[in-house]
């Protein structure tokens, strides 16, 4: 079913999570070690060894789902992003139930080096930008102190700052180019910039990986009052 979306100004939506950060952890790094040794399903040594250490996590992200592995964290954060999908489609008048949803998550190690203010040429956006009714989002591991900068409304837009808070999940329509900035920290067995990346879409959008649907709308705007 086509989306009737309603126009509205851009919003992030986020969730606190209680998550005991220190076993989410040493979960995804035990979960880097499976990426290493082709100890993870269609993901084979080769394919960690092409990348020389290029943000393995991250350029296999299309080979596996996050949401595929099984820790407490994992289905809380799901949990959070199910529940901030459902107040976002509220916001933009979308009907939840009739988009079948689909979500497809990676983690990050973010050890690059990068220029600092953060150059607009180091932004990207996912799912080809579109906007709502697709969604895009991360989770903080490890990420303080550390931001994320967003340009509202595309490339020429204006530039917004998202503190990033480690146990805090952050979901945006698509079409807000971001990008995370540099890391101070040199000692880079210190896993820093430990996120969780989401997205979420409709059905149909390819390729990804290992994909779960979400349906039933549930959400009550009296739980998260929103501004409109
Ligand atoms: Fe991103």
Request: glycine share 8%; proline share 6%.
């Amino acid at each position: 079913m086509s989306p009737v979306k309603i126009e509205k100004d851009h919003k992030f939506f986020d969730r606190f999570l209680d998550n005991d950060l220190k076993s989410l952890t040493s979960f995804l790094e035990n979960k880097m070690h499976g990426l290493e040794n082709g100890l993870i399903p269609n993901i084979t040594k080769e394919d960690f060894d092409v990348l020389e250490n290029r943000s393995p996590a991250t350029n296999l992200g299309s080979q596996y789902n996050i949401f595929q592995f099984h820790h407490e964290g994992l289905h809380n954060i799901y949990r959070a992003v199910s529940d901030m999908t459902k107040e976002a489609c509220w916001y933009y008048g979308i009907d939840f139930d009739s988009q079948y949803y689909m979500i497809q998550g990676w983690f990050n190690f973010d050890n690059y080096q990068k220029p600092e203010p953060l150059p607009d040429d180091f932004l990207h956006d996912h799912l080809e930008g579109k906007g709502a009714p697709d969604f895009h989002g991360y989770y903080c591991v490890n990420a303080e102190p550390s931001n994320t900068y967003y340009k509202i409304g595309g490339i020429d837009g204006e530039r917004f700052t998202n503190v990033n808070k480690n146990n805090r999940a952050v979901l945006s329509e698509t079409g807000h180019p971001h990008g995370i900035q540099s890391w101070n920290e040199k000692d880079f067995r210190i896993p820093r910039g430990l996120s969780i990346i989401f997205c979420v879409v409709r059905t149909g959008f390819e390729p990804v990986t290992f994909v779960f649907w979400f349906r039933k709308s549930d959400y009550s705007p009296t739980r998260y009052p929103c501004a409109t």
